[in-house]
């Protein structure tokens, strides 16, 4: 399998590892590419953190314009650093 772009770790990936609803072969391939990239580890910890609070605050999974306001933080920031 190719290597994970950013883009597919965050958007197809991310939400469903937390969840732990990933094949070990696609934990394997994201656990690699989070280990060399300093922007989805960031982006990994910051969702995770709002991801408890959230759960803390109300037990039902983390909402949708959550996700995608976290998302949007993230690709913005991407967008600044890999033009
Ligand atoms: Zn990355």
């Known amino acids: 399998m190719s290597a994970l772009t950013c883009k597919e770790v965050i958007l197809d990936y991310l939400a469903d590892y937390l969840e732990k609803a990933l094949s070990p072969e696609v934990i394997a391939d994201l656990e690699r590419h989070l280990a060399g ?13 709002t991801r408890d609070l959230t759960r803390q605050a109300m037990p039902q999974a983390m909402p949708d314009e959550m996700k995608a306001h976290l998302r949007r933080l993230l690709l913005r920031h991407l967008a600044e650093e890999q033009p």
């Open 37 to 49: 990239c300093a922007a989805c580890l960031a982006y990994l910890n910051t969702y995770k953190k």
